[in-house]
């Protein structure tokens, strides 16, 4: 399992995601292959406070669809499919699982977000009511590394310090 260690700012607590080995095995059978578009979906687990720190465990990740549009340089979620997506997590957990934010491929091997990956969770916090105030975002790269990032509602970003890929 890897820990994503996101530090305290500004007085906010720090937040961890962990990242359970399965699902990284898992996301990276999805990597963005010669050709192809981009893909991707939604994060989601359960939380427990810890001293100074929210511990999220990603305990469940949504499977590319036909029912996302792509292209070879970008996607987008269909609404309507990922709430539906979420709703059905939540209930059938007795409301302990929660997203917490999304997943997509890039075409190259060692990604970084881009802007709109950045719009993409500003948007989240802009349109919708989210009950967290923090939203996790993984790039799998086309050789299967793995870049995480992590966005405050206030829009504030946080990378893994000296760490960018693994």
Partial sequence: MITLKFPRTRG?????????????VLLRQYRQRA????????LAGWMRQKCM????????????????????????LNRQVAQNF???LFVASSGTV????FWHTHPEPHPSRSRPD????????????????????????NQGSLYAWCQRADGQISELPNKRYF
Avoid: C, K
């Fill in 12 to 24: 906010l607590r720090g937040v961890h995601y962990q990242l359970p080995d399965h699902i990284q």
């Fill in 35 to 42: 050709g192809q578009n981009e893909m991707g979906g939604l």
């Fill in 53 to 76: 720190s929210d511990v999220w465990t990603i305990s469940h990740f949504s499977l590319p669809s036909q029912d996302h549009p792509a292209g070879p340089r970008w996607f987008q």
């Fill in 86 to 88: 979420i709703d059905d």
């Fill in 98 to 101: 929660y997203f917490i934010g």
């Fill in 118 to 141: 950045e719009r993409v969770i500003h948007d989240l916090f802009r349109n919708s009511r989210l009950e967290i105030s923090t939203q996790l975002g993984i790039i799998v790269g």
